[in-house]
Each structure stands twice: as C-alpha cells, then as structure tokens.
C-alpha cells in the first residue's frame, strides 16, 4: 500500500445488465484526511461506495486495508464493518423511538444481561469526547437532525472504524448544523480517521477536504490536492468540457414579449394554508420566471403548496388568466393547467417500483382519467420522446425509476409535468442533490420554456442559481413575505439585506 494510506481500491469493475458502472477505478483514502468523492449523477460514485462497502459485489479489482495483510472480502455491510468501514447515509438509520444509548450500542450487546447504567455512561464519555450535544438517555427523535447525524458518525467511531463513509450529510442541515458536523469532522481527521465525504456542495469541499477524487461515466477522471484544483477546473473535470462562465446562462435566449393589457397568468390574494404561513399576495405574468427566496424554514415551500393545494388551503382566492378559479387540492391545480414539481423528489415525487414510463405518463394519465388509458404503444412513444429531450440516463422505458441516479429521477418527474402541458409550472429545489451538468441543463430548459411562454416558480437554496434564472424575486422570513425585488434590485446584498430586515414592503 501506498505511504499513510488507509485504504486503497484497484482496478475496479462492475457492470449491470446494459450499463457499466465501473471500469478499472482506482481509490486511495489516508489517514487522517478528508477525501471528497466528486462527479455528475451517474459518474459511479455511489457504485463505488457501494462495492467497498459490500452492498455490491465486484466484478474485478481488489481492496486493501491498512493492518490486514492481502486484499480483503468485502461480500455485505457487516463484513465492511468487520474491517473497519462505516458508512453514514443522507437517509439517517437509526431508530428514533429509541434513546441515544440504545441506539449507540444496537446490535452491539448479546442476550438479556445489558448493564444499562454501564451503557450510559459509555454513550455519554463518547458524547463529549466528540462535542455532541445530546444525553444518553434522551430519545433519538428529539434531536435534531444534524446532532442524529452526529450520533451515527460516533457509533460508527466508537465501533473503531478507520474509513468513514459520509453520503450527502449536509444536503438537510442548516448552516450552523453545517459547521458543527464540520468541526466533528476535523476532530476526528486528527485522530487518524479517513473520512470520504460524497457531496455536491462545492463551497463545503474547498472548505473542509484535503483532497479530491473526480469520477465521470464510471471512470476515474484524476486525484488532486484541494490546493491544486480550482473550482472552474473542477467543474470543468467532473463534465468532461471547458465550462462556459455558469453566471451566463440565458446566452442567446429571447425573453418572452408580453403584450399590453395582459392579465397575470395566475393572481392569489390572501392564500394561507393550515402550514403556519401567512397569508400573503402573489402573482405571475405569461412567460416569467419568478421565485421564492428567503432561508430554511422561511416559508418558501408552503406558499407554493398553497398556490397548487398540497396544503389544506383555509383562506384566500385564486385567479387563472383573470378568471377566479378554486384550487383545494392539487387536481383541482392540475385541471388549471398547473404544474408541481415538489422539494422531496423521493418522498412526494417518484413512484419507486414503477417504470420510467410509468412515472412519465402518471399525471396526465390521472387527467386522462384510469378508464381510458394510454396504450402500451403509446407510453413507449411519449417516453422516449422526453427520455431524449432531456436527457434522461437510463437503460430503458422500462428500467425502475428507483434505480436511476438522483439527477436523472428529477428529469423524469420534469417530463411527468411537461408532458401535462401546463401553463403554470411550480419547480421547489430542482436541483438540490445533482451534479452541476444537471443543474445547468435544468436552469437552461427554464429559460427556454420561459421564452416560449409558460410560466415559472423556481425555488433553490442556492442564492446565485436564483439570481441567474428569476427576473423576480418574494423574498420570505418568518413565513410572511416581507418584500419583493426584481430589475437593479435582484442582486445578493439586496436579497440578504431583505431576509435580514433591512427593507421591509
């Protein structure tokens, strides 16, 4: 093995039927350092995770760890952890309705003799050794996420793992949970750990990794220094291209002309929903592109929820093209011409064992009415027709839209929506959690659909993603709208100083 390092992975291969997923990657992770995993959706960086820790099995390739003497069978979860590897997902597993102790030491003691006492005060030696601000006996639920994070990270450490595995564990934190995982983490790089920290956060990798690991199409692209990898040449890597200035999307692209006397396409007066906001004002023109900033938990995704009725809807009128419509409930929105990509893609957006296909064609199929249904022609027709326009990275129609990368699962909800032909389209976080190409594609597609007339709420957490794509912004803090900006205006010091109170409309 090479000098320092912990772990090293050679020449791996793995295929499924129709894809290969790795071909001949090659990983190294030291002691005592932050290694950022980096690449688009479907680079083959959660294949790789995947196969070092026994979920997958390898086609090819071996996987050394520091003080086992020849290459180590990895062949399920439980083995990885036999050897030293733990791995914290984005999706917490733990149990809630259990305490932090319990939940520390699970699977861990045998029979009916557990010494409780003895188990609660290890779990709280444990907790401050690590700064965790959490007491043994309290129930896991009670945390919040970013501590319940924190607790896996220590049983993982306590477990005396060498590699740590951490999948996306900043994409439901705030900022402040942000930097107390960040500070867990420098603790335990000086302990000797190494941590592979996957994310698609640029800022958090320049911030608190050492070094990084850029995978693309299932290949290894190169392993840098932090200090030796711009982010322009990073993003640059990860798409296999020079990047245009990301600033500049719009390009060549005409903005919708409006005629004189047109009414908004949709006008809410008073909207308030049994979600805690308050009730608020809000309108859109044909073909523009608006959009709810504000920070976590300012209210953005309820007053959109409100506008389609995935929120029970208690006061207010609607309008659609100058018309006073009521919309209660989404089909109600739907049958307005109203379109909802929701905030949580897995939760509230895809049908996990349905097809690609099958998720495509569900919405109108809802409008259509069951009883007349698509034909089976038709579907293959309407499906590949989107799958190529977007881009969609898939074996088939017919491959399970659970097993398609995160970026891709996010186009194809977009083509449920587009195949509706809405004349209204809300998109909450759509490109929260996928590569950069991804997000591009997906601002550029806006843009366009803009041009050429539909209407467009876009919500992101990233600030700068906002400015480019909205030519208006309603900015929200403490679930009330507390202004709106647009033309000069629409710049970061305006909108920060908005959010923090510094203008108030």
Not at 349 to 367: K, P
Not at 410 to 431: G, M, S, V
Request: aromatic share 6%; with cysteine; proline share 3%.
């Amino acid at each position: 093995m090479k000098d320092n390092a912990v772990l090293e992975m050679r020449n791996i291969h793995k295929s499924f039927p129709g894809v290969r997923a790795l071909q001949g990657v090659d990983f190294t992770l030291r002691k005592g350092e932050v290694h950022a995993l980096m690449g688009e959706n479907g680079a083959g960086k959660s294949t790789l995770i995947k196969v070092l820790t026994g979920v997958y099995g390898k086609d090819e390739g071996e996987i050394f760890l520091d003080g086992v003497e020849g290459p180590v069978a990895i062949h399920s979860p439980q083995d990885a952890q036999n050897v030293g590897i733990s791995t914290v997902y984005q999706e917490i597993t733990l149990c809630p309705n259990l305490s932090v102790a319990e939940n520390m030491f699970i699977g861990r003691t045998k029979g009916m003799g557990q010494n409780w006492k003895k188990m609660n005060a290890d779990t709280e030696k444990i907790l401050k050794s690590l700064d965790i601000p959490a007491i043994a006996t309290q129930q896991l639920e009670t945390c919040s996420i970013a501590v319940q994070q924190m607790i896996a990270i220590a049983r993982a450490v306590d477990m005396d793992c060498k590699v740590l595995i951490l999948d996306e564990p900043t994409s439901s934190l705030d900022e402040q949970e942000v930097v107390k995982l960040f500070k867990l983490m420098r603790d335990l790089r000086s302990r000797g750990v190494g941590i592979v920290f996957v994310t698609h956060f640029m800022d958090q990798v320049y911030e608190i990794c050492d070094r990084i690991t850029v995978m693309r199409d299932g290949q290894l692209v190169g392993e840098y220094a932090i200090k030796d990898l711009p982010r322009v040449k990073l993003v640059a890597k990860m798409l296999g291209k020079e990047m245009d200035d990301m600033a500049d999307i719009k390009g060549d692209q005409k903005e919708y002309e409006r005629k004189p006397g047109m009414v908004p396409v949709l006008e809410a007066s008073n909207r308030v929903s049994d979600a805690g906001i308050k009730p608020f004002n809000f309108h859109i023109e044909k073909g523009e592109v608006n959009g709810f900033t504000g920070l976590l938990g300012s209210g953005r995704s309820e007053c959109v929820r409100a506008l389609f009725g995935a929120d029970r809807v208690t006061g207010g009128t609607v309008k659609m093209n100058g018309k006073e419509v009521k919309i209660t409930k989404p089909l109600d929105a739907m049958k307005n011409k109203m379109a909802y990509l929701p905030e949580d893609r897995k939760g509230d957006g895809i049908v996990g064992d349905l097809s690609v296909r099958e998720n495509i064609i569900l919405a109108q199929q809802v409008l259509r009415g069951f009883f007349k249904p698509f034909s089976k022609s038709e579907q293959y027709k309407i499906a590949d027709e989107y799958i190529k326009l977007l881009s969609i990275k898939t074996a088939s129609a017919d491959t399970p839209i659970k097993s398609l990368s995160g970026g891709n699962q996010q186009k194809a909800i977009l083509a449920r929506w587009l195949f509706t032909h809405p004349e209204y389209l809300i998109l909450d976080e759509p490109t929260r959690g996928i590569d950069v190409g991804t997000k591009v594609d997906i601002q550029k597609l806006v843009l366009k659909l803009a041009s050429e007339g539909m209407s467009v709420t876009f919500i992101s957490s990233e600030l700068d993603e906002m400015l480019r794509t909205c030519s208006r912004l309603v900015v929200m803090r403490d679930r009330k709208v507390v202004g709106e900006l647009s033309g000069d205006d629409l710049n970061q010091s305006k909108v920060m100083s908005t959010i923090a109170g510094g203008d108030k409309k």
